[in-house]
């Protein structure tokens, strides 16, 4: 009775995944757990197997090999996809209100020669203290919108930033919760323009799973004429239903396009009143395809209890025609 009870109970968590249908608490906050199951499955079916349970060792492998197949390609590295036109190398790092360390994140901004560096949990004090570190030096065009409670969000870029269409100057996308989300369209020499968005859902805490699916729906989809390129922490992995939505508008997750879309990021800090849980994938680099993808890493930000992306991207060649002056 036991391994039928799990091998139930692994039916159900892999229908949901395989669906996308998780809704409410304890639902989406499991699902995020994807990957640790995989291995669960099959030691389930291994005990069936001891036991000659021959039912619930046919659910488990089953289940096993269900859950193996969306969580294994993320291991599986495609070769990168150099382009002709610019590289650009981008930075997101959820920095944890004030208590990131600004001048290791300067440093590593300068350290990885990051063109755009995407900020969420900005606060004004945090503000003040990467200008204190030099950022301005770095990277001297800015969107920055922050606030308190982690809903502030910033984008520093080493090229020219200008809003994006629809956008009016100063403002930001504002989801129902009150995040803020900085974004901008920025202009790379040799290539074409590019929107990037700093992205960040609000957390899937209980009570709170509504408004988190809103906001990852609300993000913007790809595949309109300028490229995406969204950076930031999701509060979702592979596994929710919602981020893969998002994706299938035309976006890539660099991470999982170059082998390492398991690579955790977060949590790398007890935070007071935060359980202890297994590491997971919070953080991406949504790339639109037609964007190539080539190295990926994560960083660790002194203080933050999330690890940074660095990803470097490819953008297509510009191939608008020079504009024509007028001739006396």
């Known amino acids: 009775m036991v391994l039928w009870g799990v091998a139930a109970v692994l039916a159900g968590f892999t229908l949901v995944r395989l669906t996308g249908s998780e809704r409410g608490t304890p639902l989406v906050q499991i699902m995020a757990f994807t990957p640790y199951t995989a291995p669960i499955a099959l030691l389930a079916a291994v005990a069936a197997a001891i036991t000659d349970a021959v039912g619930p060792w046919l659910v488990c492998i089953l289940a096993w090999a269900a859950l193996s197949a969306v969580v ?47 900020v969420q949990e900005l606060t004004t004090g945090a503000l003040d203290a990467l200008d204190a570190a030099g950022i301005d030096g770095l990277l001297p065009f800015r969107v920055t919108h922050p606030a308190r409670h982690g809903h502030g969000s910033a984008l520093f870029s080493r090229h020219p930033l200008t809003p994006a269409d629809g956008v009016q100057p100063g403002l930001a996308r504002q989801h129902p919760c009150g995040m803020l989300q900085a974004g901008a369209t920025v202009h790379v020499p040799g ?50 239903g919602p981020l893969r939505r998002l994706l299938r508008t035309g976006y890539r997750d660099a991470a999982a396009a170059r082998g390492r879309g398991l690579a955790p990021t977060w949590p790398f800090q007890r935070i007071r009143g935060q359980r202890t849980v297994p590491w997971v994938t919070l953080d991406h680099v949504l790339a639109d395809r037609r964007i190539g993808i080539g190295d990926v890493g994560t960083r660790t930000v002194p203080g933050s209890d999330h690890r940074a992306v660095i990803a470097e991207l490819h953008l297509a060649a510009d191939t608008a025609p020079p504009t024509q002056g007028t001739q006396e």
Request: hydrophobic residues 40%; proline residues 11%; positive net charge.
């Open 72 to 118: 294994v390609p993320r291991l599986l590295a495609s070769r990168p996809q150099g382009r002709p036109g610019a590289t650009l190398r981008v930075m997101t790092a959820n920095i944890l209100y004030d208590r990131g360390d600004m001048a290791a994140l300067a440093k590593q901004v300068k350290i990885d020669d990051v063109d755009v560096l995407a």
């Open 191 to 240: 290539a074409g323009p590019v929107h990037v968005e700093s992205a960040h859902p609000c957390a899937p805490r209980p009570g709170h799973t509504r408004c988190w699916a809103r906001n990852l729906a609300a993000q913007p989809p790809a595949g309109g004429p300028v490229p995406q390129i969204l950076l930031g922490d999701f509060n979702a992995t592979l596994d929710h």
